[in-house]
């Protein structure tokens, strides 16, 4: 646990200490402002207040900021490592590969949270300007669930995005293959879900279909089913990642 | 302290180490020499536990490698060939964090790191970027973190590769220093740094070692005769027939120097033989200004060992 702490703190530090993070936070934050503007205009212009955390979180950030910006965050973690030989320093020490693994993740989660960070201000902040007669926006429990959905699907992306950076020593190549992987199949599956005609093709979609599933999450449902999904499918892929560690060391 | 029975690593296209044995005994120096791709990176990379081997087994301090990786890694201090580092961090920031990495308890960190720092001589460069530290620090950086620990073994790959004179010799004076307290193992291919260190070489070569000895002994197994050099003050071809008679006495070459002295390169059954020389001279009434047993560098014998074995 002591080791686990200590690499999870290494693994914060060095993600502050790139210039990498604050140029995906600059744009990051610069996307999530613009975002809000925007949904405050659609609600000024008559969208209905259901609308508003689903605009917050399954908008254009979900569809398009995620599957960059998440490969941006994790094309460091081992390919950088590997490059540099600092993995045979660390593997030579009494660590053992999961907890590197796993600091190396949540090192990454608590970055990608900070990422969030804004929107979610600036959802409470809305909130306390409303007079108290207005129905609440956001809606409490839907902007909650919303953030969980979000932070939900941020692990499943930082596990594969982990996964594609422990597969290679060039960072540019983790990025491009967690972006490929991310993005392609959130276009593969929401074109199943939305667009294919056969209908059993449509459910298989809607069953893996994040943005489905953040249109729920947003609307204030959360499904345990999903929530395990998500949990599931990233603990598979930081389990791959460890077996990727201990088997590929040359 | 290493135990080291049969060991195997295949890689896909090749064989790295083949069935390999040695052992290293408790405060031991010992130079691991070998040419490139010989296998001495895959042999300290196994035996700190970072590549699985495909058979055999190594013991660190009494304890298997396989069965017990742990308390293994507790036990050694490990520097990588290429010196890796973290290049955005701060020396202290690094020790620290290896130094809890390895299990230095949280009390006695603070003092423990200081220790090394004074060791490698790394007290003022506490506050630097690693990155913008010269090579010569950064492996003592890297120095400082494997002795951070207090192991019992040191497995040095290479410590001095791109060193320049100066720096080569500080690495190697605080090896000297370290090997007090510390086993060594060390590896490289900078002849004339064994010969300065180490009491025992171990010499690697296609996988497989070949020898095993303290430097003398292998001299002295593979020039069975030795070779004296003479200068005296004599008529050349006199001296030549008078020193080729006598038995167990063979001239191999000769010349008249430029001062009029007389340089004969004599091959001797054995280096014993010199009194012979000097009373030959004594009783011919020569004056002699030099009579010296030729030393074979450690040059040759490696290059003849690994040579002879590569051409079987």
């Given at each position: 646990m002591n080791v686990f702490l200590c690499l999870l703190k290494k693994e914060l530090r060095t993600c502050f200490y790139s210039p990498i993070a604050y140029v995906v936070m600059f744009f990051f934050w610069a996307l999530t402002g613009g975002n809000f503007i925007w949904l405050l205009s659609q609600l000024a212009h008559g969208e209905s207040l259901t609308m508003a955390t689903q605009l917050m979180f399954s908008g254009p950030l979900l569809t398009f900021a995620l599957p960059v910006v998440v490969p941006l965050i994790t094309m460091r973690l081992f390919a950088e490592e590997k490059k540099l030989g600092t993995l045979e320093a660390l593997l030579t020490t009494s660590v053992r590969v999961p907890e590197l693994v796993l600091a190396k993740f949540f090192g990454a989660l608590v970055f990608y949270i900070v990422l969030w960070l804004p929107a979610i201000i600036y959802g409470y902040t809305q909130s306390y300007l409303c007079p108290s007669?207005?129905?609440?926006?956001?809606?409490?429990?839907?902007?909650?669930?919303?953030?969980?959905?979000?932070?939900?699907?941020?692990?499943?992306?930082?596990?594969?995005?982990?996964?594609?950076?422990?597969?290679?020593?060039?960072?540019?190549?983790?990025?491009i293959g967690g972006f490929a992987i991310l993005f392609g199949s959130f276009l593969g599956m929401m074109y199943m879900a939305y667009t294919a005609q056969n209908p059993s093709v449509r459910?298989?979609?809607?069953?893996?279909?994040?943005?489905?599933?953040?249109?729920?999450?947003?609307?204030?449902?959360?499904?345990?089913?999903?929530?395990?999904?998500?949990?599931?499918?990233?603990?598979?892929?930081?389990?791959?990642?460890?077996?990727?560690?201990?088997?590929?060391?040359v | 302290m290493i135990k080291v029975s049969g060991v195997t690593k295949k890689y896909p296209a090749r064989l790295a180490v083949d069935n390999v044995s040695f052992e290293v005994g408790r405060g031991e120096i010992v130079g691991f020499l070998g040419p490139n791709g010989a296998g001495k990176t895959t042999t300290m990379r196994m035996l700190t536990g970072y590549l699985p081997m495909n058979f055999g087994s190594i013991e660190v301090a009494g304890y298997d490698i396989s069965k017990q990786p742990q308390e293994v890694r507790r036990r050694i201090g490990y520097l990588p060939e290429s010196c890796p580092l973290y290049p955005e961090m701060r020396v202290d920031e690094y020790l620290r964090?290896?130094?809890?990495?390895?299990?230095?308890?949280?009390?006695?960190?603070?003092?423990?790191?200081?220790?090394?720092?004074?060791?490698?001589?790394?007290?003022?460069?506490?506050?630097?970027?690693?990155?913008?530290?010269?090579?010569?620090?950064?492996?003592?950086?890297?120095?400082?973190?494997?002795?951070?620990?207090?192991?019992?073994?040191?497995?040095?790959?290479?410590?001095?590769?791109?060193?320049?004179?100066?720096?080569?010799?500080?690495?190697?004076?605080?090896?000297?220093?370290?090997?007090?307290?510390?086993?060594?193992?060390?590896?490289?291919?900078?002849?004339?740094?064994?010969?300065?260190?180490?009491?025992?070489?171990?010499?690697?070569?296609?996988?497989?070692?070949?020898?095993?000895?303290?430097?003398?002994?292998?001299?002295?197994?593979?020039?069975?005769?030795?070779?004296?050099?003479?200068?005296?003050?004599?008529?050349?071809?006199?001296?030549?027939?008078?020193?080729?008679?006598?038995?167990?006495?063979?001239?191999?070459?000769?010349?008249?120097?430029?001062?009029?002295?007389?340089?004969?390169?004599?091959?001797?059954?054995?280096?014993?033989?010199?009194?012979?020389?000097?009373?030959?001279?004594?009783?011919?009434?020569?004056?002699?200004?030099?009579?010296?047993?030729?030393?074979?560098?450690?040059?040759?014998?490696?290059?003849?060992?690994?040579?002879?074995?590569?051409?079987?």
């Open positions: 007669d207005v129905l609440g926006f956001p809606d409490g429990g839907a902007f909650r669930s919303g953030a969980l959905g979000v932070i939900l699907v941020g692990s499943l992306y930082i596990a594969v995005g982990l996964f594609m950076s422990s597969l290679t020593s060039n960072q540019i190549v983790a990025a459910i298989v979609g809607q069953y893996f279909s994040s943005f489905v599933h953040m249109m729920d999450f947003s609307r204030g449902i959360v499904d345990s089913r999903i929530v395990i999904m998500y949990l599931s499918h990233a603990a598979w892929f930081l389990f791959a990642t460890v077996k990727i560690v201990e088997s590929k060391r | 964090f290896r130094a809890a990495l390895k299990g230095v308890k949280a009390t006695g960190r603070r003092a423990k790191i200081n220790e090394v720092k004074e060791k490698c001589g790394l007290t003022d460069v506490g506050k630097r970027i690693i990155g913008q530290l010269s090579k010569g620090y950064r492996q003592r950086v890297g120095l400082a973190d494997s002795l951070v620990h207090d192991p019992d073994l040191l497995v040095l790959d290479e410590p001095t590769v791109g060193l320049d004179p100066y720096q080569i010799r500080q690495v190697r004076e605080l090896i000297t220093q370290l090997a007090e307290r510390h086993t060594i193992l060390l590896s490289t291919h900078i002849l004339p740094e064994v010969e300065a260190i180490c009491e025992r070489i171990l010499i690697i070569n296609e996988g497989k070692i070949v020898a095993s000895d303290t430097e003398e002994n292998l001299h002295k197994k593979l020039h069975a005769s030795s070779v004296i050099e003479m200068e005296v003050k004599a008529e050349k071809n006199a001296a030549l027939a008078r020193v080729s008679s006598m038995e167990g006495l063979d001239v191999r070459n000769a010349s008249e120097l430029a001062d009029g002295w007389l340089w004969m390169e004599i091959e001797a059954d054995s280096a014993s033989m010199r009194v012979e020389l000097f009373n030959l001279a004594v009783t011919e009434g020569w004056a002699l200004r030099e009579l010296r047993e030729q030393n074979h560098s450690l040059e040759d014998t490696f290059v003849q060992i690994t040579r002879n074995k590569g051409a079987e």
